[in-house]
Structures are given as structure tokens and as C-alpha cells.
């Protein structure tokens, strides 16, 4: 997949990773990008093509398909993180991760498949997390809901091999973004991360992993759950 002469539609692209996204693939020389948002009045980049896009709302999705009629290259960028548990967290907010990260993603997919095989392939990122591959409490209705984007991830990348389409898997631990504001730990430049993700789009590969902590993470399914979790004893 080359990005330079490319037409990519980002979603979520009026802030954080979306946003440099879009910027990244003007940098890099993509002959258009529909930089896309469910408040596309937010969107303040030069030179892109702004959208009205929510990608929970089947509706807006086929719109935009339908608009977007040239797209090579499909960012599923936009997310949530209602920092809801699963047993006792509000089952609305539990339902908007899905419905955010595997539902949505599915119905972009859905969507932009055949506008993808038209033109001759193209290329589908996903961003997904290290959360695809482990709980943490209050955060773990959106680690559920990454963890079925991951599976997500690598279904279609088998079921659009048949027609060219290439699908990559971007994980990643924290970024600076305004969704990661309350946290206190390290945290990877927004800008880092993209620049790795569309190296790695434009290499063939499957998954990226944007950090160390990413890396760390998948290297420790391979070992035993009680070395990785550290629970205090119940009652």
C-alpha cells in the first residue's frame, strides 16, 4: 500500500491520533483525505476534506460511503472509553464501547469494502490497544470491546484477502491525547505513533505495535495469567 497518490478517509479526526493522522497522510502525499467527525466543525486542517461521520449510526455510515465513493486507504480511528466495568458498570455504557470499537469498526468495514475492491484493493487500519490483551479494572468494558476488535482485525483481514484489501492491526499503550489526559504515567507522543502506523501500512504488515509497552504485553500471553496479574485474596 503506498500512501503517497492515495485518497484516505480518517475517522475520529478532529482531535488526538486522529487528528495527526490526517495531517501525517497530507505530509506524506496522499492526494486526498476526508478527515471525518460526528462534530466535523471541530475539524481545523488545511486541505482536508471534512465529513460529518458517527460511526454508531449505521445512517451516517452509508452516507459517507456513499460520498466517499475514491477511498484506498480506511483509518477506523474513532473511539470512546466510558471507564465502565463489566458486573457492575452501566450496561449503556458497556453497549457504547461495543457498539464504538466492534460494531462501528465492522460497519466502516462493511461499508468501504466494496469501495475498496473497485479500487483495486486498498488498505483498512484499525487502532486498537495493548488493551486488546488485558484487563484492567474500570477500564474493562473498553478493553472488552478491543479485544473483539482485535478478533475483529484479523477476521477481515482473512475474509478481504481475496480481493486485494490489506488490513493492519495498530496497537498501542498511552498516547498524549485529551483521552488519556487524566493519566499519569509515560505517555507516547500522538505523532510517533501515526508515523509508526503508516510505516508500517505501507510495509505489508499485519500488526503494529507502537511501543514497548504494546510489545511487552504480547510477549506475556504466552506465559501464565498469575504472572501477570496480582491479585489481593477475596473476603
Known sequence: MKIHGSTALVTGANRGIGRHFALQLLERGA??????????ELVDIPGVEVLRLDITDPASVAAAAATAQDVTL???????????????????????????????????IRAFAPVLAAGGGGAILNVLSAMSWFSYDYSNAYGAAKAAEWSLTNAVRLELHGQGTQVTGLHLGSAD???????????????????TALDGVEAGRFEVLADEWSAGIKASLAGDPNEFYTLPKAG
Open 31 to 40: 492526494a486526498k483525505v476526508y478527515a471525518t467527525a460526528r462534530t466535523p
Open 177 to 195: 491525547t485529551d483521552m488519556m489526559a487524566h493519566y499519569d504515567g509515560e505517555k507516547t507522543d500522538p505523532a510517533d505513533v501515526v508515523r
Open 74 to 108: 480506511l483509518v477506523n480511528n474513532a473511539g470512546s472509553n466510558t471507564y465502565a466495568n463489566l458486573v457492575t458498570g452501566d450496561l449503556d455504557a458497556i453497549r457504547t464501547e461495543m457498539d464504538t470499537h466492534f460494531y462501528g469498526t465492522l460497519d466502516m
